[in-house]
């Protein structure tokens, strides 16, 4: 499985967008990538998934350049509520997820 | 939306006891996953499970852990003479299908073991 890497912590305001890159420079041809969600004492939520170029959903936007060796998670406007750990996960041909430390997001007044 | 829920919420015992930990997937779905996180750290795979057999499971998944799917809704892991080091948050998901899809995830059972 691939490794990643992101950044340990972000700090940022309401009404900012937020961008969280993740490298992940040995991603397989067949692997995707996807990010999830954390909030203190809830399981892991998914957020986002895409192979290559963009992906948009009602809460996020996932950028992937061509040579998908990194990503970038794009949260528009964030709230207080999206304060959170986000993780990064590349891979998905196999059933287990294989998480790591994640990004911290805080999002402050 | 379909949850996966996962009971008790908070669950204490004694070192040594057996714990059984439950969790009721998403009703369609056909993989079923457990997942620990202790306190402060990274979420660990500990098992997958299909079609009423374990497709996979990491290191931490020795002879103490078992899971089952006792009847067509419930999923459950057993934890025999817990350890104090198993004091975790322990995490059911579930998914339609193996590969590529999001894992749906419980809110979990905090485990304690005094």
């Known amino acids: 499985l691939a490794k990643t890497t992101q950044p340990i912590s972000m700090d940022s305001y309401e009404g900012q967008e937020v961008n969280i890159t993740c490298s992940h420079n040995n991603i397989a041809t067949n692997d995707y990538i996807t990010w999830y969600q954390q909030f203190p004492s809830q399981g892991p939520r998914f957020i986002i998934q895409g192979y290559k170029t963009k992906v948009t959903n009602e809460v996020a936007s996932l950028f992937i350049p061509a040579d998908r060796k990194s990503s970038t998670l794009s949260l528009p406007r964030v709230s207080l509520s999206d304060t959170a750990v986000y993780y990064c996960l590349v891979g998905g041909s196999q059933g287990n997820l294989i998480f790591g430390k994640g990004t911290k997001l805080s999002v402050k007044p | 939306e379909p949850e996966v829920t996962q009971t008790p919420s908070h669950q204490v015992t004694q070192m040594g006891q057996e714990v059984i930990l439950r969790c009721v997937p998403i009703?369609?779905?056909?993989?079923f996953y457990w997942y620990r996180q202790i306190l402060g750290q990274k979420v660990e795979f500990l098992v997958s499970f299909y079609n009423n057999e374990i497709s996979e499971k990491s290191e931490i998944f020795d002879d103490q852990f078992s899971v089952e799917r006792p009847d067509g809704s419930n999923f459950t892991l057993k934890i025999r003479s817990t350890k104090l080091e198993d004091s975790a948050m322990y995490f059911c998901a579930s998914s339609d299908r193996a590969d590529y899809q999001p894992q749906h995830f419980g809110d979990g059972t905090r485990l304690s073991i005094l």
């Open positions: 009703s369609n779905h056909l993989y």
